[in-house]
Structures are given as structure tokens and as C-alpha cells.
């Protein structure tokens, strides 16, 4: 056997454990979903298409169901993503509150925009769809932590907390 099929194998026994001990730990419904996919892009930083197939087998979905979640939530990674992956609402009501100073105060203390990595490998920027805290609005993810209520100050203090991580 080469190299090649050797870490191949090594990778997807590697899935399946992650995959394996994210539905015991979230359950096999289809709320368990997103965790599950949260679960394996943090510890892989990103989804792969193995990833996803792994995970449909093991809730029993469609690899259609996954890879539309996955979409929808925007954590079809093609690429490693930085160590802290934020993902702001851009869905209406946060749009309404202030999503878009708070996406600025963020791309100026970053130096990155929405879809881009810091060189460091330490944040990545993304946008996303409702992330269910609209009444709480705008709100975001950092990884599996949502941030409500933010504004420009809260933000900084927030992101200045993770740069010093
Ligand atoms: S609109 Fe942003 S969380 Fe729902």
C-alpha cells in the first residue's frame, strides 16, 4: 500500500471517530446536525466532502441534506480556516441593528474582509444566515459561541479578548 491510500485511510478512520463521538455526544436527529458539522470544523477546521458523507451515514440523511446545511450555514470550508472562525448574521434583523458597523469595527481590527483569513491562521471572517438570535440582534458566531447584542465597542472588546488568546 502507498503513502497516498495509508493517510487516506489514517484520515477517514479519523473521521469517523470525530464524527462517531459527535453523534453520541449531540444525539443522531436532525437538530444534532449542526452541531455535529460545528463539532467537526472545529476540530478539523474544516469540512471536507468525506466529512459530510460520514456524517449522513451516521444520522441516516441524504448527503443533499448535509452538504444544504452545511451550505446554508456556510461551513462548506474548501480550506483550513483560521484557529477562530467568526460568522456574522447577515440576515434582516441584525442587518437593522448595526450588523454593519459591527462587521467594520471587526475588518479594521483584523485587517481582514468576509471570506479572508488572517495571515496568522488565527481568524477567519465569514458571513452567515439567521443564526436564530434575532431578537437579540445583531448577533454572531465565534466557533460554537454566539454573541448577541453587539455594537461597535462591544465587539472590539470581544475580538481584542480573542487576540490576546
Ligand atoms: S437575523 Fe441575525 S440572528 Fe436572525
Redesign the pocket.
Known sequence: MNHQSLKKIEYMDEVKALVNGLANKHGRTRESLLPILQGVVDKMRYLSSEAMTEVARELDLSAAQVFGTATFYSFLDTQPRGKYVIRI?K????DMHGKRDVLQTIEEILKIRIGETTSNRKFTLLETN?????HK???MLINDEPYTELNADKVRDIINEYIRK
Open positions: 448574521c440576515t434582516i434583523s441584525c439567521c443564526l436564530g438570535w434575532c440582534a445583531p448577533a
